[in-house]
């Protein structure tokens, strides 16, 4: 066992959780929002996209929302930025990091991204160029990066050529999209050794939907193999447009949890978390999935005299 | 690592589940959601509990279902027997094993079983005299053993102190069970260890609930110690009285996903898995918490004209 001493929790509800929301949520509320995760100890987040507002306006508002939040020393504001463009208002904006993503599959890249991942591939050597000399960090993203909802299994070489193309053009750090919850153990730990053999030096950050509900047992999985980054969402806020009903992102409160339990350092107070993740219910109306939020933590304990107990 | 290659997934859904249900299912229906699971390849089944029937009218046809039900060779239909009267109703109608359960916590067995831990004890002394000579197995079961919702934490050796009793009158099986959700990755490692030192010949059975969601993670901590036995219920089914909307026992389908993906067998069929666990559904007129039955198998592919993509 390899496991870590301390994580990093990288919170990506505001943008991966929030973008498939359809009602507006006001830029105050994304704002007190974010103010409220980095009160609770979060320093590093993908607080939103700078795509096209047409095609995603929950987030027409990425630079306000950058400009209003508090970002305190230490903090970490990724954005997501899918072209030139996007990264040129990045930086304008005042990101820390910019996130450039591709699809390891040919069909869900062209659907998601409109071009060929050859194309994708060209943009992010123009990316990396453009932010050579800019104040900023940059990391890459592979969408469906265990599996597609279209082509299903997804070739370890076709995954490999595309974190050979991001290390060439001088990207460290990267992330592995388990976009539509395709993730299992056996191939986690397959393709995170097979990564490291070839880019020792490339810091890997895991990112799990549960959307078939083995989420943590994932993260477990990358725990024993060393992995030091994950990415998950407030309440488990998200989705996957292919499995109506099911979960989404792995669930922030729910994975610190897990970690603060094993005696893993995250920095992150639950508590503050939780109301969080409480008031985003608030906001969107609805139920999220997470479970820590509605049981709360192990040793919050019950009155005995009003308890019912259920027989074994 | 030590992951077994094979592992028994016992059902529980039909008694931990049930039990919580105030609407009563009628017999018929429980008999061929049981055959349905026996179809699906379940072989070790705790298919009631032969409890007060006033205490627990859900299950009051005990009898009835067992004699019902289809019982495949190599079949096991456990029961849960909470005194001397119940393991005799259970003898007479047939069941394969006994379940004979104790809470690790004082208040938790005077509010689950209305006496002292010590008394409990005594029965299960004399129920292992009982049983004897009968051709029917025992297998002990260890209620709140990772944490109670009134006392918090469990000394490792009021738990130990259970066991060796079990032990001393003759019980070579036993479960651990995480009542109320209350199991982390390292309680689970450190008990199993404990047990493991000083009673090698005890066959250990972890029964987690998912009420914190990390259900899945501590099955993955109890793989790694190599154990082989793990209690779930279809659809996620049950819960927990002290956290209302949180789910309950971990779910059948999501943990034979996560077995066959970590090419672990089970002999279950995970496609007619789901099917019971979407009768079920049906049975109860509710949504239950597994996430494959809403989302299917990993490789079950979606038609990329009609599909819709979230970015990223």
Redesign the interface.
């Known amino acids: 066992?390899n496991v870590p001493t301390k994580v990093e929790v990288i919170e990506v509800g505001m943008?991966?959780g929030l973008?498939?929301e359809s009602d507006f949520v006001d830029t105050g509320t994304k704002i007190a929002l974010i103010n409220g995760l980095m009160d609770a100890g979060v320093r590093h987040i993908e607080a939103t996209?700078f795509?096209s507002p047409r095609?995603?306006p929950q987030l027409a508002d990425a630079a306000d929302v950058l400009a209003g939040a508090h970002r305190p020393s230490g903090s970490r504001f990724a954005v997501?930025a899918?072209n030139l463009k996007g990264v040129e208002r990045a930086i304008e904006a005042g990101a820390d990091e910019i996130?450039v993503?591709v699809s390891a599959s040919e069909?869900?890249n062209r659907?998601?991204l409109n071009r060929s991942i050859d194309r994708s591939l060209d943009d992010i050597s123009n990316i990396a160029a453009q932010v050579q000399h800019a104040d900023i960090k940059k990391k890459g993203?592979i969408?469906c990066a265990f599996?597609c909802?279209?082509?299903?299994?997804i070739e370890l070489s076709a995954l490999m050529r595309i974190v050979g193309h991001f290390h060439a053009v001088g990207f460290r750090a990267l992330t592995l999209?388990d976009?539509t919850?395709?993730a299992?153990?056996?191939?986690v730990e397959h393709t995170v050794a097979a990564i490291r053999d070839d880019y020792p030096d490339m810091r890997l950050t895991l990112h799990f939907h549960?959307?078939?509900?083995?989420g943590?047992?994932n993260?477990?999985?990358g725990l024993?193999a060393g992995i030091d980054s994950y990415e998950s969402s407030i309440g488990g806020l998200g989705?996957?447009?292919?499995?109506?009903?099911?979960?989404g992102n792995i669930?922030t409160e729910?994975l610190v949890?897990?970690l603060n339990?094993?005696?893993i350092e995250t920095g992150i107070d639950l508590d503050k978390l939780i109301a969080v993740a409480t008031r985003m219910e608030a906001v969107l109306g609805r139920?999220l999935p997470?479970?820590?939020m509605?049981?709360?933590?192990?040793?919050r304990?019950?009155?005995?005299e009003d308890?019912?107990?259920?027989?074994?």
Do not use: W
């Not at 299992?184 to 191939?187: C, E, F, N, V």
């Not at 989705?239 to 979960?247: D, E, K, L, W």
């Not at 308890?307 to 074994?312: D, S």
């Open positions: 066992m943008r991966d973008q498939m996209s795509v095609a995603v997501l899918p996130v993503f069909s869900h659907k998601n993203a969408a599996g909802p279209f082509e299903g299994d999209g976009t919850g395709m299992t153990p056996a191939l549960n959307t078939r509900g083995i943590l047992a993260v477990m999985t024993n989705g996957c447009p292919f499995a109506p009903g099911a979960s669930c729910d949890y897990l339990e094993m005696g139920t997470g479970q820590v509605k049981s709360g933590p192990r040793l304990l019950h009155e005995y308890a019912a107990c259920a027989t074994g």
